[in-house]
């Protein structure tokens, strides 16, 4: 049976950045500390990715904190994170680093798995956009994941971008730290 729940609360998802998109005073702006939520997403994330036999590693330096709605940045962050997960070999991990400096903090996800073809770079953050069109409903998400992320993320003045890694890829987060 197709996931409900996970179509749900993508549209949830996917609404909420709407809203924020269309109503900058929807954002719920606050100071955040980017190393506590790295941890707790990872935290929350690594269930999962043992169910898959693979592991989280996360890597901080000089995280620091930005301002931000965290809700919106949890789900962002967490979303790519799952994409990682569910493309990432057994044996493997998924190593989330994070570095800043006093403008910008930069968060990097990278799984093991095989990348995806360098035509479909950018095509990945496309709402339903699948790399393998043949992937149905029981072996893969709704296709959202990665546009909802890619939306939060420019709401909140950011850059989202991918990179094949040989093997694996990578998704660098940039956010500035004051909107």
Do not use: K
């Not at 709407?18 to 790295?38: F, S």
């Not at 095989?114 to 296709?143: K, Q």
């Amino acid at each position: 049976l197709f996931p409900y729940t996970t179509l749900f609360r993508s549209v949830d998802e996917l609404l909420e950045v709407a809203r924020a998109e269309t109503d900058p005073t929807a954002l719920q702006l606050e100071p955040l500390d980017l190393e506590m939520l790295l941890t707790e997403i990872a935290d929350h994330c690594s269930i999962e990715a043992f169910d898959r036999g693979c592991e989280i590693q996360l890597l901080l330096s000089q995280v620091g904190t930005l301002i931000g709605d965290v809700d919106l940045l949890r789900r962002a962050i967490e979303n790519v994170i799952r994409n990682a997960v569910q493309h990432t070999p057994e044996g493997t991990r998924i190593d989330i680093s994070s570095q800043g400096d006093h403008d910008f903090a930069t968060i990097a996800i990278r799984d093991w798995g095989s990348g995806v073809p360098d035509s479909a770079l950018a095509e990945i953050f496309r709402p339903f956009y699948r790399v393998d069109a043949g992937r149905g409903r029981t072996t893969g998400g709704v296709g959202l994941g990665l546009a909802i992320a890619q939306r939060a993320i420019a709401v909140h003045g950011g850059t989202i971008r991918a990179e094949n890694c040989e093997p694996g890829l990578r998704v660098t987060i940039r956010l500035p730290r004051r909107l």
